[in-house]
């Protein structure tokens, strides 16, 4: 089975300036997605990010870009120029293929503080 | 309004009854899922269904019953088996094709007094 691990439970960033929040996983599976998810205190779930595994080149997203290392099984979300509205929980995701339902797996999640 | 609705938003329940949680989506999406939120911990998936009169069991299905009659409707209950209902439960939709992400639902939270 699949497992995804965040070891920072929380991190504090100044605001204008850069964090990285930290996620691996395991999977014996080759092609897979990863995601980061926002959850502000609405408890909406917001996508940020998608990684599909067979790409090597690292997404990135405004303000938001990931690094994928694949052997390692790491991959991490840097926020750059941080904003007061990027304060939430953030989650690092693993989807397995369609024949397995899709399925999201998920890690015990980052809270993020954003100081002015 | 396109999207997903999940209602109640709080739901209160008595210890030892059931309680149907309501999902309803008109995106025309495919798949539908069921996951549970406690505090400090992630998601985890009870339910998913891929296609109508379709659904199979997640990691935590015990406790809890689906259906899926509708495209647009996927339904759970959270029966009296359920140890430990108290929580923030979420649906997500995904639409058919590998490469779309699912998208969530507002959540309800559940309550057992």
């Known amino acids: ?116 | 309004d396109g999207g997903i609705t999940q209602s109640p938003k709080y739901l209160f329940r008595k210890e030892g009854q059931n309680v149907t949680l309501s999902c309803e989506q008109n995106l025309n999406h495919d798949a539908m899922y069921w996951y549970r939120q406690d505090p400090g911990q992630g998601l985890r998936l009870i339910y998913y269904s891929q296609i109508v009169n379709d659904f199979q069991k997640g990691d935590i299905a015990e406790g809890y019953s689906v259906s899926r009659e509708k495209k647009e409707s996927f339904p759970l209950t959270v029966t009296s088996a359920q140890k430990n209902p108290t929580a923030f439960y979420l649906c997500a939709t995904k639409p058919r094709g590998s490469t779309d992400t699912q998208y969530f639902g507002p959540g309800t939270r559940l309550t057992v007094l």
């Open chain 1, 1 to 116: 089975a699949q497992t995804v691990t965040q070891s920072q439970p929380e991190m504090s960033v100044q605001e204008a300036e850069t964090v990285t929040l930290s996620c691996t996983y395991d999977t014996s599976e080759s092609d897979y997605y990863l995601f980061w998810y926002k959850q502000p205190p609405s408890r909406q779930m917001i996508l940020v990010i998608r990684q599909e595994a067979y790409k090597q080149q690292n997404a990135t997203e405004n303000r938001f870009s990931v690094n994928f290392q694949k052997a390692a099984k790491s991959f991490s979300l840097k926020i750059s120029d941080s904003q007061l509205g990027d304060a939430a929980m953030y989650f690092c995701a693993y989807r397995s293929a369609p024949e397995y339902g899709n399925k999201l797996v998920f890690g015990a999640g980052t809270i993020l503080r954003v100081k002015s």
